[in-house]
Each structure stands twice: as C-alpha cells, then as structure tokens.
C-alpha cells in the first residue's frame, strides 16, 4: 500500500571518497525513509526487494530498478520489531510490540491479514524453508507455529525462562532453534514437535541467531560481547569470536558461507572468514538501540545492508571478495585454545604439593588448599597446517577438599579437559576415601553440561607414595580403574618426583585440543589478560574497576586504542567467565583471588553444622558482620572489603540455591538444610513412606537445593528440617516429607512420606517434582524408583515379589496378611480418582522468583553499602507516591534508585555518580522542561554514562510527545512489566542522544 509519505523517500548514490570505510567496502547506496530507530532489515529471496521495520511503526519495502530504489511504506499499530520473507517473496512477516503478527503481499504491500496468540510483544519471525510454517518468538517467553495450510492455527511451545529473543530454522527445515535471555538455545526437532537439545555457554542474554547455508554451524551473539559457533549435529562449541567491545546484536551468514558478519553495539560490523575465523574488516557503524539486528546479506550478489546515521538510514555497500578473502592472516587475530585441568581429592591426600611440581614450580610443604588454587600448567605456541600461530594454554585448578567445600566445588567442575582424582597412598584405614564422590561429582558435572560437555580424560593419581608404598592391593586398584573408567592410574611423590614427568605428559595427550573451542582474539586483549594475572601473582585482593584501567594505564603507556577502556572491560569479562577474577555485582569491584568466596562459604557451612540447637541455622547480621569467619581467611583484608565479600558470598549461595533465607525473630536467618544435625524420623519408623527414590550425583547438593525450591514454591511452605529428613505443609492441606540417606560416597536414598491429611492428588504433585528434580540433576541412568506397599492398619509391608505377583494376575489389591485390612497395588496415576496437572512448571517459576528477589536483596545490601546508585528518578512532586511505588519495585530487582526530592535542583554533583537517568512524567510538570536540567542532562547522555528513559506515570496523557530515540517504558496502567523493562534498561547502559 503506497501512501502519502512516499515522497519521503529517498535514494543517495554517495562517492566513496565521501564515506569511511575499511578495504572491500565500497558504498552504493543510503536509503533514508524512516522517522524513528530502524530495528531489522531483510532481502527477498530473489534480491530485488529489501525490507525495514522500524519504531516509527512502519514497514517499508525498497524496490530495486536498475540503479534506484522505491520506497514503499506499510503502516503498523506499534514499534515493529522483526521481519521475513517467505522462501517464494509472495509474503512478509512482521512482528510488533502491540502482540501481533502482520502478513503483507511482498509485491504490493497491502495487508493480508494479523496473527494473534501471543500475550508479549513479537521479537523475532522466521519461515519454515518449505514456506508452510511461520515460527515466531516473543516476550511472553514461548515460540508459535504457524501453519499456513491449517487457516494459520498456532500451536505454542515453551522451553524457556525468558524472552525469546530469536528464531532460526535449519536449512533443511527439521530444527528450529531459538536463542532467548535466559543465556540459552534449544533445539526443537520439528519432525516430532518436542525440544531434543539445549546449548549452554553464553555467559549473557543471547540476542540473535544464525545458520550457515550447509546447516553445520549455529552462531550466537550475545550480550557476554562474544560470537560463538556451534557443531549443530554434536551440539557443541566449536569457536569463539572475540573482538567486540560491547553486547553484539546480529550475526549474518553470506550466502555462500564464506564470511560471517557481525553487529554490536560497540559502534561496529566485523567480517569474519569462516575457514579460519580471521577478522577481515571492521565497519565503523554507530548505533542508538541496543535492540537491533539492521544487517543482512544481498541472497545472490555481494552486497551487504547495514544501518547508519542513528540507525535511520540504510547503507547499502558493495564488498569485494577477492580484498576480503584474499589478505593474508594479519597479527591483529590472535588465535588460541585453553584447557583446564583439575586436581579433586580429600583433604590431606597431597593434592596441593602435586600441583606445584606439576606447573613447574619446586615442591615444599603445604598445608590444606582453602577455595581453589589456579596455576598455569602448559602455554606453548604451534603453527597450524595453514600458517596460522595458535596458542595453547593449559590451566592446573587444585580444589580444596574438606567437607565444607563440596557443596561449592561442584559449580567449578565445568569444561574439564583432564581431571586427576587422588587419594592418600598412606591412609591404612580408608585409603581410597573420597575416589567414589569425586568421580561422581565430575560425571555429573558433564551431565550438567549436557550436549555442550567437552571430552574429559581421567586419571587416578596415588600421592604421597614415597612414605610407605601404596596401602590398597593393585588388583582392588586395577578393579576400581576399570569400573570407573580411569584412563590411567599413576603412583607419585611430589617430593622425590616419583612418576611426575609421565603424569604431566599423560596430561598433555589427554587434553583433545581439536574438541576444545578455538578462540580468535587480538593481541591487545593477551595483554590485558596478561596484566591481570601478574595482579593476582603479586596478591591485590579487590579493586575498582577503574583503578585497574589506571594502573593498566600506567605499566603499559605503549597502548593507546582510542576504545581501551571498554576492550579492557571487554578482556575483564573474558577472565571473569573463566573463572579466574570476579566481578562483584556492586561498587564496581574487582575480586582478584575469588578463591576468597569459596573458603568463606566453606567457613559458614562449617558453621552451620556445628550450630548449638542442630538447626543449621545462622543469623544474616552475624554472618555480614564476619562473626564465623577463621583467622586465616580474614589476613589481609580489611573490614570493608571484608563485609563486601561476605555480601557477594551469601549472594551466591542464595543464587545456587544452597541455603534459604527466610525472617527470624531478629532478622532474616540464612539457613542451610544439608547441615541439619538435629535428630529425625528415622526411615524404619516414618509413618506414611510411599516411594524411594534412588540416585547417584553429588547427593548433598542435591538434596538441598530440592528442599530450598520446595521451600519457595507457593504450594509447598516448609514446616519442620531435622537431619537428612525435611517436612512440608502443602497449602491446600497435608503433610508431605522427604528423608535422605547415603548409602555410599556419590550414592543417595530420598524416601517420601506423608501424612493421612495429604490427598492422592497432592502426593502425586509433590512425589512429580521429585522425580523431575532427581532426573535433572543426578547421574543419568541413575535414577530408580520403587512403591512401597505398606497397610494403613498394622503397618506391615507387603514384599515386591507379592505386589509384581498379584499385578500380574490382574489384581488390583490384596488384603493385609497379618490384620487381612485391604491394600491397594494401584500406583502412580492409577490411584488418582481424576487427572491432576503437573504443577513442576508452576513450583520452577515461584521457586526462582523467590530465589531471584533474595539475590537482589544482597546485591542491593552491596549497592547501599557502596553508595552505588543505580538510577537518578527524576520526577515532580504531584507524582512523588507513583514514583515511590517504582523505586520499591526497582529494589525488589536489585536495582538502586535514588529519589531526588522535588524540591531540590539537579547539580553536576547529583549526577556525578548516577549510571542512568530515568524522567518520570505524570500529572505534574514534565521535568526537562527546566532548561538548566537540560543542559545538564544533555550533559550526562553526551559522556555515554549511561541510558536515558522516560517513564509514562498514571495521568500522562496518552497523547503526550515524547522525543524520538529516547527509551520509554509506558507505567500508565501500574504493571509489573513496565517496572521489569525499566529494569532491563537500567541495566543494560545503552548510549543515547537526548533530544528536544
């Protein structure tokens, strides 16, 4: 449909001298139309039609005549976010804010008709390769099909804990995958309509997916700054991009597979080679939204669209494959692969003397590692068969191996290469003591992992066997090497070097570097990387991130990158998700040695075991005021950092689920289910027993983090902990309970049990997420499940054998054989009088929202103590009580705002320390009318501080204008979803212009 704004249109055919841009770049055209951000732009699929979407609420169609082009807009409700075409161009799809799906002729532009279903704004739409289907992701955290040859029925699937920010189908139409915030991507096998796969590796939201024409790879952008590229039959990582700055918004594919393209609010597009991931070109492209995916590839000829000028203008450039593809390597890429091995042991068993000798270091006498020890064990430099250098870093990772770590260990046991398992060669009485846990432990670990584990080869070391030989007969040992799946068994002494040299090259040929993801970096980041680890060598514990960029600064005045501040950032996060600094959610501070939060958390597990009443239970004031902290763990920190520690501490067993928090009678209490020692039912004795679950993991972590979700779902409230047994009240009546026993190291037994009050329909719902529990996180294969058949009058059990007999027979009971009362062998469904629904989703969504607001309560304790202000709300007094009603909210998320109240003035001071600004407008005056506030305003978005938002109170009128560009949150009507996008703006820093 051609309307009025036709002439509005326009083509510039620009001389390239007049345009920046690096070699095989030569601009053709710039296309400007649109009235506001554009957020995506498409190619038909015979090339001669690109389509826009925009926040102006348009789609605009460009035709391509020779050398011009027409625009033709197509008016929508809202902001549209996403388009596609279909495989023949007869129809676009695009998706808008207002919950809708719009199709539209491809060759007119009128439209055909809206899709309605979703209940969130639409991010992202996608056709099915046959051109049947049209996928389709949203806010409201589900994918849609819809099916074209049906009326276009929707059929919803859910697989996600957030938004769904992008939907891509495989070129041969069986997969569609969707990558959502929830740092995620499935896999959906369309043949049979169910998620078969899930990608984990982003560190961050993941924003945009791509795959290659051949359909072998997946790329992912993210907000972690990275692209990575996934095997997409093996589900593996296979490379990592690194190089961008900022959040990277779109991947692209060429056509023909040769290049990837990628966009990040960094202000640039970088060309990829994807035979060797080399860098090829950097496109200078400044942008303003940070929700945009402006970049696609022309399907026959080489050209490339991309954004400019605000994201309002389209760019249209010619690339030359031969300057492109034809470089030679350049040493700005910097190619390497890291490996990380780890030593796992009780404590005591030698593993920290194995450890020096290993990286190189003279061995002397240690006592207990506490937290985790990090040494560089290899780091050499081949050349690769075509030319390229790539580097190989190998990282030795010792853990501590008393009890009050295994609860923490466990969260460090990811993309393991090499894993040495050792025992004491001297212990008489349990020599092998430990062996069982920690093979367990890291075979969970993978399975955790899932499809993205990495090969992992397993050694079982004997330590210490200089002192008196190896105490355990060979064939026990050759037994247990076999039944374990060791792939060697070593016997050393650190001290005499016994065996040292073949361990440390079993290492080396134990790590598979070809199944290890290749990095493409650049120089400057080693160096960077490089600096950090000679900070943490020479033993600074937490820092600023600014006074790091400083003393950067000063060691090293050679650099002099006009972004080195956000590459040093950008370098800060790369250590951060390996595990090597942390970065505390507060103050900006840098935690150098996180070993740190380890042995604190060791300190108040141990704690609370030995709590005086048996109650694992420790008071939250006692804990930030570093009461149970040991003497060792408190040098060389003074009491500042020290509560910060504590804080980031506590935030992290609440995030893993460790530990509830729940009031007490002078405040919140932290407490810790598995460290119950006060006595319990006993299983013999436990009336009500009904089901036994069997399982092998790492059972303690287990077993608590299933009695901190039951805790927090809204339909189970915790009544009464003991040792190894917890009961729960269900809300609509009965008692349901959970006892635990170890059978063995790694093996646990979780008995259910209930009262008379608990209905067959609430013992099926909480006996279902246990099994859905146990099934997540324990060994798969491991899991087994058995009815215990018990009279309701006497008590007596009625053996396996009899039940299996009877069933056998037909029968569906059998009377008591001591009191002749009726027993029921009905089990599982069969005993439901009317279907009842699984309610696991239900308890998984209270469970992390409870778990999600007790995180935000300490990074808010951390943000209070550090004066760091999340927001400046600007707003005037007639709006004060909506306005407070927000900030409320805004804590509850972990976010600090801080209410400058109406009758002061906004100073330079005020902002000095303010990460973002966010206007509310109401029924008062709208506050920027105040020309010394603009100016400073101006002012503080002009530096790239932060984002800029205006917020929509009750009694804005519906009509008021707001400045283009700007970020708006519409709170009119008071939903939470409102204050959740405020939020997600706040702290997602974006950089935007302020307009009048």
């Keep these: 449909m051609i309307d009025q704004h036709l002439e509005e249109a326009q083509v510039i055919t620009v001389p390239v001298s007049l345009e920046t841009a690096p070699d095989g ?15 995506e732009i498409a190619w038909s699929p015979d090339g001669r039609t690109l389509a826009s979407v925009s926040a102006d609420r348009t789609a605009r169609l460009w035709r391509l005549h020779g050398d011009q082009m027409v625009g033709i807009p197509v008016s929508h409700a809202d902001y549209v976010f996403c388009v596609a075409w279909s495989p023949d161009g007869r129809l676009l799809a695009t998706g808008a804010n207002d919950e809708t799906i719009r199709l539209t002729n491809g060759r007119t532009g009128e439209p055909i008709r809206d899709l309605t279903g979703h209940t969130g704004p639409i991010y992202s739409v996608a056709w099915s390769p046959d051109g049947r289907v049209l996928a389709s992701g949203s806010f409201d955290r589900t994918i849609r099909l819809w099916d074209s040859a049906n009326e276009w029925a929707s059929q919803e699937f859910s697989g996600h804990q957030d938004w769904i920010m992008s939907v891509a189908w495989s070129p041969d139409g069986h997969i569609l995958a969707a990558a959502s915030r929830d740092k995620t991507i499935s896999f959906w096998d369309m043949r049979q309509g ?12 993941i924003n945009h997916i791509a795959w290659s024409p051949d359909g072998a790879l997946l790329a992912s952008a993210s907000d972690d700054m990275t692209v990575r590229l996934w095997d997409a039959a093996a589900g593996r990582l296979q490379a990592v991009l690194e190089g961008h700055t900022d959040l990277v918004l779109c991947v692209r594919f060429s056509p023909d597979g040769a290049l990837l393209a990628s966009k990040s609010r960094d202000g640039t597009v970088r060309l990829w080679r994807c035979d060797t991931w080399e860098l ?7 942008l303003k939204s940070d929700f945009n995916t402006g970049l696609s590839f022309h399907p026959q000829m080489p050209l490339l669209a991309t954004l400019g000028a605000g994201d309002r203008t389209i760019r249209i450039w010619h690339l030359d494959d031969v300057t492109l593809l034809g470089a030679n390597f350049t040493t700005e890429t910097w190619h390497y692969r890291n490996a990380k091995v780890v030593l796992v042991g009780d404590t005591g068993v030698g593993k920290s003397g194995l450890g020096l000798v290993l990286s190189g270091r003279p061995f002397v006498r240690t006592g207990s590692t506490h937290g985790c020890k990090v040494w560089t064990f290899d780091n050499e430099t081949i050349t690769l068969p075509d030319g390229r250098q790539e580097t190989r870093e190998t990282l030795l990772w010792d853990l501590a191996g008393q009890p009050g770590y295994r609860l923490t260990n466990q969260l460090h046991l990811n993309e393991v290469a090499v894993a040495l398992v050792v025992f004491d060669a001297n212990n008489e009485v349990e020599p092998l003591a430990g062996v069982r846990h920690w093979d367990r432990a890291l075979r969970q670990a993978a399975h955790r992992q899932g499809d993205a584990a990495l090969p992992m080869t397993k050694y079982l070391v004997a330590a210490r066997a200089d002192i008196s030989g190896v105490s355990v007969w060979h064939s026990r040992l050759r037994s247990l090497v076999r039944e374990m799946g060791f792939d060697g068994y070593f016997e050393t002494s650190a001290k005499e070097g016994w065996q040292i040299p073949e361990l440390r090259d079993a290492i080396r040929q134990g790590i598979d570097w070809e199944s290890r993801p290749h990095v493409s970096s650049n120089e400057l980041f080693q160096s960077i990387k490089q600096f950090f680890i000679e900070q943490k060598k020479g033993g600074h514990i937490l820092s600023t991130t600014d006074d790091l960029f400083r003393l950067f600064c000063q060691t090293h005045p050679h650099q002099s990158a006009g972004d080195l501040q956000a590459r040093f950032e950008t370098a800060l996060s790369r250590m951060e998700n390996r595990g090597l600094v942390r970065k505390l959610r507060f103050g900006s501070y840098v935690l150098l040695q996180p070993e740190l939060l380890d042995a604190y958390a060791s300190d108040l597990v141990n704690a609370a075991q030995n709590s005086a009443d048996g109650l694992g239970t420790l008071p939250e004031t006692e804990v930030l005021n570093g009461r149970y902290l040991t003497p060792t763990h408190t040098n060389h920190v003074n009491p500042q950092q020290q509560k910060l520690l504590l804080i980031a501490t506590v935030e992290e067993l609440i995030r893993h689920e460790i530990i509830l928090k729940e009031p007490g009678e002078t405040g919140a209490d932290l407490i810790f289910p598995s460290k119950f020692t006060r006595p319990g039912p006993t299983v013999p004795d436990v009336p009500g027993k009904t089901i036994r679950f069997t399982f092998e993991g790492s059972v303690r972590n287990i077993y608590a983090v299933l009695t901190v979700r ?14 190894n047994a917890a009961t729960f009240t269900a809300t609509v009546g009965g008692v349901c309970g959970l006892h635990l026993r170890e059978l063995e190291e790694g093996m646990g037994e979780l008995t259910l ?20 529990h146990l099934e997540r996180r324990a060994l798969p294969g491991s899991v087994t499940r058995e009815r215990l058949f018990i009279c309701d009058h006497c008590r007596v059990p009625v053996t396996a054998q009899q039940v299996t007999a009877r069933r056998g027979r037909g029968l569906k009971q059998m009377n008591c054989p001591v009191c002749d009362h009726p027993i029921s062998l009905l ?16 308890i998984d969504e209270a469970a992390d929202a409870r778990r999600d607001r007790d995180v935000a309560e300490l990074i808010l304790k951390g943000k209070v103590t550090t004066n760091d202000y999340d927001v400046f709300l600007c707003y005037n007094d007639a709006d004060a009580t909506a306005v407070k009603v927000i900030a409320d909210q805004l804590r509850e ?8 109240p109406p009758t002061q003035t906004v100073t330079a001071d005020t902002l000095a320390h303010i990460r973002s600004v966010a206007i509310c407008v109401g029924r008062g005056k709208v506050p920027w009318r105040d020309n010394e506030t603009v100016k400073l305003l101006q002012h503080f978005v002009s530096q790239g501080i932060g984002p800029f938002i205006i917020v929509a109170l009750p009694g804005c009128p519906d009509g008021m204008h707001f400045p283009d560009g700007i970020l708006q949150v519409n709170w009119r009507g008071q939903e939470a979803a409102g204050v959740d996008m405020l939020a997600s703006f706040i702290q997602a820093k974006p950089k935007y212009e302020l307009e009048k």
């Design 25 to 39: 770049f030569a601009l053709r055209h710039k296309l400007r139309g649109h009235h506001n951000i554009i957020y």
């Design 194 to 205: 169910k998620l078969f796969r899930k990608l984990r590796g982003h560190f961050d939201i």
């Design 280 to 286: 090829v070109a950097t496109l200078e492209e400044p």
């Design 710 to 723: 039951l805790a927090h779902s809204h339909l189970f409230e915790k009544k009464e902990m003991w040792q």
């Design 753 to 772: 049990f209930y009262d008379e009050a608990a209905s067959e329909a609430t013992r099926y719902q909480f006996e279902d997420y246990v099994a859905v």
């Design 827 to 842: 089990d599982g469904r069969e005993r439901l009088a009317q279907p009842v629904t699984s309610v696991v989703a239900e």
């Design 893 to 900: 998320r972990g976010v600090l705002p801080w209410l400058l």
